[in-house]
């Protein structure tokens, strides 16, 4: 009887041990966070994007640093950053999608409103990085100039 039973516990624990590996999706999204608030209105922020391959995803990054500034706020990282998007207004993105799409377009005038020059050369080599087998996410630092940025869409009309 104990032969059995020990026989049995032991196939029980080979068995589960030869289990195949359970992984997490990778289809994870990443949130913005704020590194940081300078002193002419700028946020640093550590911004997230995914795409094909490297240089996608950081023009990805980029735009979802500028997109989280303008619709979200930043909630994420240090709380000295003003967490309060720019624009207060609800469907905001929807309502003014033309004007937006362009604003965000590859090459867009987006561009205009962040920097790059708080990432050290070495971020630049060792860059954040997530690999699936169609994409990859890289995570990157930027400035998102925001007292430009609210200017912009004031002149423009979309906040008053």
């Not at 359970?22 to 002419?40: F, I, K």
């Not at 033309?98 to 205009?112: H, L, M, P, S």
Request: hydrophobic letters at 35%; charged letters at 30%; proline letters at 1%.
């Amino acid at each position: 009887m104990k032969i059995k039973v020990f026989i049995i516990l032991s196939f029980l624990a080979i068995s589960s041990s030869c289990s195949t590996k359970r992984t997490v999706s990778t289809n994870y999204t990443y949130a913005s966070e704020c590194l940081g608030v300078e002193l002419d209105g700028s946020q640093t922020i550590k911004a997230w994007g995914n795409g094909r391959n490297r240089e996608d995803a950081v023009e990805q990054a980029k735009k979802n640093a500028v997109r989280d500034v303008i619709f979200k706020g930043i909630r994420e990282g240090k709380q000295d950053c003003n967490q309060k998007p720019i624009v207060f207004e609800v469907n905001a993105q929807e309502k003014y999608e033309d004007y937006f799409n362009k604003f965000f377009a590859d090459g867009g005038e987006y561009r205009n409103y962040i920097s790059l020059k708080d990432e050290r050369i070495f971020d630049k080599i060792k860059r954040d990085k997530q690999k699936t087998s169609e994409s990859v996410t890289h995570g990157v630092i930027v400035r998102v100039l925001r007292a430009d940025l609210r200017q912009k869409l004031t002149k423009d009309g979309i906040i008053k």
